[in-house]
């Protein structure tokens, strides 16, 4: 039994990572949050140069979002999904 919880977790978990989206900052002097909410503690603040990617949508108004090793919470607002051919010019310059 413990086994077949076991299994269940890991590929739980497998599939949660497969499932991130790249995304793109639309605007400069965006905060990185450690919570949803703009009174939490501001991990980082972004740039539109900056490629996140979308770990999953949190509620209707934040998502949570990983860039490099940092995680946290941007406003919906503040985040655009990249197109295909976004994605395929940005993991050939990698």
């Known amino acids: 039994m413990k086994k077949s919880l076991l299994a269940v ?3 739980a978990q497998v ?3 497969s499932a991130q989206v790249p995304g793109r900052v639309k605007s400069d002097n965006v905060n990185l949050y450690r919570q ?3 009174q939490a503690e501001v991990v980082r603040v972004l ?3 900056d490629e996140v990617m ?3 949508k949190f509620n209707s108004q ?3 979002v990983q860039i490099g090793t940092e995680t946290g919470y941007i406003h919906n607002a503040n985040l655009a999904k990249m197109k295909k051919q976004q994605i395929t010019e940005s ?3 990698n």
Do not use: E, M
Request: proline share 5%.
């Open 15 to 17: 599939l949660f990572v």
């Open 91 to 93: 993991t050939a310059k």
């Open 36 to 38: 949803p909410g703009k």
């Open 9 to 11: 977790a890991f590929l």
């Open 47 to 49: 740039n539109t140069a």
């Open 54 to 56: 979308v770990v999953r």
């Open 62 to 64: 934040w998502s949570i």
